[in-house]
């Protein structure tokens, strides 16, 4: 019996989304950032779903890389946290894995574990972000020891990441990307390096900052990179459609109240749809009475408390709502990012919050 919420994931957007990428950076490689489950999209779905159209993935954690081996991606895969004991060398080395040097001290776990096949390094600068990096003199310090290592590759790479590329009109950007700049040119780096600093907002608002990799995640999967609206909202297909089901259907009077703590109370008689989704599916506890969702072609409104496994919605104006109706959370008709503005984040952290609970469907 297939339940009634599900995420239906369009891979087939996920690949005209990484096409826009390429089309929108020819002169770099992209590699598809598929971080955190695919920014909840699944792992190795999306990752089988690309590996004929990229040069490399991206994650965070190196978990994560092991599960795309043991899923037999081939793709160099970067881990943009890099690994912190000596066995994640030897084993990253073997695999095929590139690890981020972002500090000195994984520099020198790495330098006190030889291992057999030569490993690739991005080292990453701090140029403002003030998270992870390393700043001019231990960029010197890491090139001369990563030059003079046997089982590192010379052939390394340098990074940095943008704090504030989402905001199309903040300096921070241009900024930090001189401050890139000038450091590399600083650095004696005994010959040319490759490069790479943007992430999606900065490769369709920053384009000067396309270099020789660019990391895309979030555009990938069709979720408004920018904090406004922007003309690039038009350009990508989101990538998953997230629903339910009504599963109930009542009338109140005038002041009555909906849902825990009373929170909503109906200022005229109204008709309340209940929906089987919940904070516990990743529907976000924060959305606030007037997100919007969207049944049977028209736009309803979230009203009181979001429940654990449950939401309910107005439907005076959706007269023709019975129960087993589908509801679209967000997707095709409800930008994600609507609802994000709606519970005070952003769509980043909803598609990747969609709970383990819910399954995905591909398409
Ligand atoms: C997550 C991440 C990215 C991808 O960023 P998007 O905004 O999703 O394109 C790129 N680089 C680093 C270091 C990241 O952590």
Same mark, same amino acid.
């Given at each position: 019996?297939?339940?009634?919420?599900?995420?239906?994931?369009?891979?087939?957007?996920?690949?005209?989304?990484?096409?826009? &990428?390429?089309?929108?950076?020819?002169?770099?490689?992209?590699?598809?950032?598929?971080?955190?489950?695919?920014?909840?999209?699944?792992?190795?779905?999306?990752?089988?779903?690309l590996?004929?159209?990229?040069p490399?993935?991206?994650?965070?954690?190196?978990?994560e890389?092991?599960?795309?081996?043991?899923?037999?991606?081939?793709?160099?895969?970067?881990?943009?946290?890099? =690994?912190?004991?000596?066995q994640d060398?030897?084993?990253?080395?073997?695999?095929?894995?590139?690890?981020?040097?972002?500090?000195?001290?994984?520099?020198?776990?790495? @330098?006190?574990?030889?291992?057999?096949?030569?490993?690739?390094?991005? @080292?990453? @600068?701090?140029?403002?972000?003030?998270?992870?990096?390393?700043?001019?003199?231990? @960029?010197?310090?890491?090139?001369?020891?990563?030059?003079?290592?046997?089982?590192?590759?010379?052939?390394?790479? &340098?990074?940095s990441?943008y704090?504030c590329?989402?905001?199309?009109?903040?300096l921070?950007?241009?900024?930090?990307?001189?401050?890139?700049?000038?450091?590399?040119?600083? =650095?004696?780096?005994?010959?040319?390096?490759k490069?790479?600093?943007?992430?999606?907002?900065?490769?369709?608002?920053?384009?000067?900052?396309?270099?020789?990799?660019?990391?895309?995640?979030?555009?990938?999967?069709?979720?408004?990179?920018?904090?406004?609206?922007?003309?690039?909202?038009?350009?990508?297909?989101?990538?998953?459609?997230?629903?339910?089901?009504?599963?109930?259907?009542?009338?109140?009077?005038?002041?009555?109240?909906?849902?825990?703590?009373?929170?909503?109370?109906?200022?005229?008689?109204?008709?309340?749809?209940t929906?089987?989704?919940?904070?516990?599916?990743?529907?976000?506890?924060?959305?606030?009475?007037?997100?919007?969702?969207?049944?049977?072609?028209?736009v309803?409104?979230?009203?009181?408390?979001?429940?654990?496994?449950?939401?309910?919605?107005?439907?005076?104006?959706?007269?023709?709502?019975?129960?087993?109706?589908?509801?679209?959370?967000?997707?095709?008709?409800?930008? =994600?990012?609507?609802?994000?503005?709606?519970a005070?984040?952003?769509?980043?952290?909803?598609?990747?919050? =969609?709970?383990q609970?819910?399954?995905?469907?591909?398409?």
């Amino acid at each position: 019996m297939p339940r009634h919420t599900r995420a239906t994931i369009h891979l087939d957007h996920i690949r005209h989304n990484y096409e826009l &990428v390429n089309r929108l950076a020819p002169q770099s490689k992209n590699m598809a950032i598929i971080k955190a489950n695919a920014y909840g999209h699944g792992l190795i779905e999306v990752a089988n779903s690309l590996s004929q159209l990229v040069p490399a993935f991206g994650v965070a954690i190196f978990e994560e890389a092991l599960t795309l081996r043991d899923s037999g991606i081939q793709q160099p895969i970067l881990v943009l946290q890099g =690994v912190n004991h000596a066995q994640d060398y030897q084993l990253a080395s073997e695999l095929g894995v590139w690890v981020t040097l972002h500090n000195l001290e994984q520099l020198s776990t790495l @330098l006190a574990t030889p291992i057999k096949k030569p490993i690739t390094v991005w @080292l990453k @600068l701090d140029t403002g972000m003030h998270r992870l990096g390393m700043n001019q003199t231990e @960029l010197q310090t890491a090139v001369e020891k990563v030059l003079n290592c046997s089982w590192i590759n010379d052939d390394f790479i &340098v990074s940095s990441h943008y704090s504030c590329a989402s905001q199309s009109d903040n300096l921070m950007t241009q900024l930090q990307f001189e401050r890139f700049n000038q450091m590399l040119s600083l =650095v004696k780096l005994g010959k040319p390096v490759k490069q790479s600093i943007a992430n999606s907002p900065a490769i369709v608002g920053f384009p000067e900052s396309n270099l020789d990799w660019n990391r895309p995640g979030i555009m990938l999967y069709g979720v408004a990179m920018f904090d406004s609206q922007h003309d690039s909202d038009k350009l990508t297909k989101p990538a998953m459609t997230f629903e339910s089901e009504v599963i109930a259907i009542r009338e109140i009077k005038t002041g009555e109240a909906v849902g825990y703590g009373k929170k909503w109370i109906a200022s005229s008689s109204a008709t309340i749809a209940t929906v089987a989704v919940g904070y516990a599916d990743g529907y976000p506890r924060q959305a606030k009475s007037g997100t919007p969702v969207f049944i049977n072609g028209k736009v309803a409104k979230l009203v009181g408390c979001v429940s654990m496994d449950l939401i309910t919605i107005d439907i005076s104006l959706n007269t023709q709502v019975k129960i087993g109706d589908r509801v679209e959370l967000w997707g095709e008709n409800i930008p =994600v990012s609507t609802v994000a503005e709606h519970a005070d984040t952003i769509g980043y952290d909803l598609v990747s919050g =969609v709970s383990q609970r819910v399954p995905r469907e591909y398409r």
